[in-house]
């Protein structure tokens, strides 16, 4: 399958607009490549982020297809999967193949940052289309930018404007960052330190750790030893799971220090229980039990997969049928007109409000701040958050007229 120029520029936007209302206006044919919609679905599968994402991902994007009626306009859609195992060079390397062998219309899924940025390469190399939704570093929209690209679900930009501004105003002021040593970690250190120092406070000190990493017991001593009122977890999966594990056997909040988890995920507090991670602030992007529409979704995932979703495994399929709708309405799967097709469309399903897709790729929606609840205030196994406050769409992410992307500043 062989793909135009896809050069993303205003003037390239209001081209595939047309395009896209010429198709549906006239009735055409569907002008589908290789007369079907191929979907590769990659993520960590067996390791650090494989219950975050990994196979409950895929079962999200699978129940897309099929809510769908598993064809777009007459045109089987297909879906592959491949687990990247973390491995920027791994995920670059299945794309490659993906383009080569598969004709992949669309690359769905990606997690780990470092993944996500080597394979956007990749599209762009290749004139594809990818939506990101469980990859967490701002620098994906931003500096790493693409026109072949968008970037669903969260990113460290709100996670630190939502826990990291909370933490500070109540009282919060000086912290010790333990992050994880690459891409994403990075960029969650960056973005926190901005927002505490902005808010009066101050990082007295930091350590970064491999990813991932199973003994904490060195860091943990660090943290404790810098004296600091917060400790900063700018990491996630099994690397937050063993931080706080640890930081609780060697007695951090007892001896007046407190947690602040700057990514936590369900299934980390699930795991963890609520005796260890109560009263723990934490964003997220959505929340299975926030409103009738996610219960609704949430009690269909439940009853397919045997747990609750984590807000990127609704993410992927809240991507998944936009990105279905907006093939269907276009009558093709051609990148270029897609991209921009799906941009001009407004986000609001059972996991977005509020949410649209920027010229930088960024799907921005309302996030909220969240607080775990006691295991008193529990009343299930899987009711683990309260809803403290909404972040609004155009709050919560990083301005425009801060951003490093080209399809911005061009």
């Given at each position: 399958m062989t793909f135009n120029s896809m050069t993303f520029n205003k003037k390239t936007l209001a081209s595939s607009i047309a395009l896209a209302a010429t198709l549906m206006a006239t009735g055409a044919q569907a002008q589908m490549s290789d007369n079907e919609v191929r979907i590769g679905y990659l993520a960590d599968l067996s390791g650090t982020y494989r219950d975050l994402a990994g196979p409950g991902g895929l079962e999200a994007l699978k129940m897309a297809v099929e809510d769908f009626g598993g064809e777009v306009n007459g045109v089987p859609i297909d879906v592959f999967s491949a687990d990247d195992r973390n491995s920027a060079d791994v995920g670059a390397t299945t794309v490659r193949s993906w383009f080569d062998q598969e004709n992949v219309d669309l690359v769905a899924g990606m997690v780990a940052s470092s993944v996500t940025i080597a394979v956007t390469n990749v599209l762009e190399e290749n004139n594809g289309l990818g939506i990101v939704?469980?990859?967490?570093?701002?620098?994906?929209?931003n500096e790493h930018c693409t026109p072949n690209h968008?970037?669903?679900?969260?990113?460290?930009?709100p996670l630190a404007n939502g826990t990291a501004k909370a933490v500070v105003e109540q009282g919060g002021d000086t912290w010790f960052m333990l992050t994880a040593d690459y891409a994403f970690g990075h960029a969650l250190e960056a973005d926190v330190t901005k927002v505490v120092e902005e808010n009066g406070g101050e990082v007295v000190g930091g350590v970064r750790h491999p990813f991932p990493t199973s003994d904490f017991s060195s860091y943990i001593l660090q943290a404790q030893g810098s004296g600091a009122d917060i400790v900063g977890l700018a990491n996630a999966g099994s690397d937050t799971v063993n931080a706080i594990t640890t930081a609780s056997q060697f007695g951090l909040t007892q001896s007046g220090q407190q947690l602040?988890?700057?990514?936590?995920?369900?299934?980390?507090?699930?795991?963890?229980?609520?005796?260890?991670?109560?009263?723990?602030?934490?964003?997220?992007?959505?929340?299975?039990?926030?409103?009738?529409?996610a219960r609704a979704w949430s009690d269909r995932y439940f009853d397919r997969v045997g747990k609750r979703p984590t807000m990127v495994q609704a993410g992927v399929y809240s991507s998944t049928m936009h990105y279905l709708e907006t093939v269907a309405e276009a009558g093709t799967d051609d990148p270029e007109t897609i991209r921009a097709a799906m941009a001009e469309r407004p986000v609001e399903d059972?996991?977005?409000?509020?949410?649209?897709?920027?010229?930088?790729?960024?799907?921005?929606?309302?996030?909220?701040?969240?607080?775990?609840k006691t295991p008193e205030e529990s009343q299930g196994e899987w009711d683990l958050y309260e809803i403290l406050a909404t972040i609004p769409a155009e709050e919560a992410y990083r301005p425009l007229s801060e951003s490093q992307c080209d399809l911005v500043n061009n």
């Open positions: 939704s469980g990859s967490a570093a701002s620098s994906i929209t968008i970037h669903w679900v969260y990113d460290t930009y602040a988890g700057l990514l936590i995920f369900l299934n980390d507090v699930h795991a963890m229980g609520l005796e260890d991670t109560q009263n723990l602030l934490l964003t997220t992007g959505w929340y299975w039990n926030m409103d009738d529409q059972f996991f977005s409000r509020n949410g649209h897709i920027r010229e930088d790729g960024r799907m921005v929606h309302d996030m909220y701040l969240a607080r775990v």
